[in-house]
């Protein structure tokens, strides 16, 4: 558990440290995709530059949102507070929402079909996000309620978390999921060639966050009413993508009735 890590001499935080281990890793799994699915490379990178982008934006504008009472804001034009501010502090879903609008907002630019690469990549959000997990937990940050069975963990000083005190370990929880979910995505979609992995990880991540909100323990979160922000955004996900697989469904026994044959192989694009 350390919040910087020294490598080669070069001192680091572990948090992103661990976030750029997982987009190496992610990218390496990403060519064996495109080589598989016989997509462009090109469209790959500009597609994951735009989703960067977008996840960066995102991430941070929700944290602002969520934390805007903690700034302090006669010191906002402070360099050197700013820079702290800038640098520090991230939201997922905000990263998510703000990466999946850039991809679109990239696709159209570019006139990339973003649809199918969307399908196969998928996957890769949880298996970053795995890796982010690790590096939260490397921090001490988004740090689960006090915990006395087997498997608490206990932060040092110097972390984010409480020192001292026994704390269930969420992020590695958290983290197991994530990878779960991804080696789950990737094999619905090469194996089983599904079309519905995006619902299925907006469906699978939305109700394991809501559930892990309630053995959250940090403050820095936002909360409306009797939810944190998260769950609500969960609450959406898990509806919407609901909404998404009727849909489909619909589509698909709609144009099956009106063909007359439900032995044809359909593509529906939506």
């Not at 799994?29 to 080589?35: E, H, Q, R, Y």
């Not at 989703?51 to 402070?78: C, E, F, H, P, S």
């Amino acid at each position: 558990m350390h919040v910087y890590t020294n490598v080669f001499g070069f001192v680091m935080p572990t948090y992103g440290l661990m976030i750029a281990t997982g987009v190496v890793f992610a990218n390496l799994a990403g060519l064996f995709v495109l080589k598989y699915e016989h997509l462009d490379f090109n469209d790959f990178m500009v597609l994951e530059a735009y989703a960067m982008l977008g996840a960066y934006i995102g991430a941070k504008i929700l944290y602002l949102a969520v934390t805007y009472r903690q700034i302090d804001w006669n010191r906002i034009l402070d360099y050197k507070y700013l820079n702290n501010l800038m640098l520090g502090g991230f939201v997922f879903y905000g990263g998510m929402i703000g990466g999946f609008l850039f991809i679109h907002l990239g696709g159209r630019i570019h006139r990339i079909q973003t649809k199918e690469y969307i399908k196969d990549f998928i996957f890769l959000i949880p298996f970053i996000h795995c890796f982010g997990r690790i590096g939260c937990f490397m921090a001490g940050c988004c740090y689960g309620v006090p915990y006395h069975q087997i498997g608490a963990v206990v932060f040092p000083e110097g972390s984010y978390a409480p020192p001292g005190i026994e704390l269930f370990p969420v992020q590695l929880v958290e983290s197991g999921c994530l990878m779960m979910i991804a080696i789950f995505l990737l094999f619905q979609r090469i194996v089983r060639r599904s079309d519905y992995t995006t619902e299925m990880y907006f469906l699978l991540y939305g109700i394991i966050r809501f559930i892990l909100e309630y053995f959250r323990y940090d403050a820095v979160r936002g909360r409306i009413l009797f939810f944190s922000t998260s769950q609500w955004i969960s609450v959406c996900m898990v509806v919407i993508s609901a909404g998404m697989v009727v849909e489909k469904r619909r589509r698909i026994k709609s144009v099956r009735s009106r063909l007359g044959d439900n032995q044809v192989s359909i593509e529906i694009q939506d």
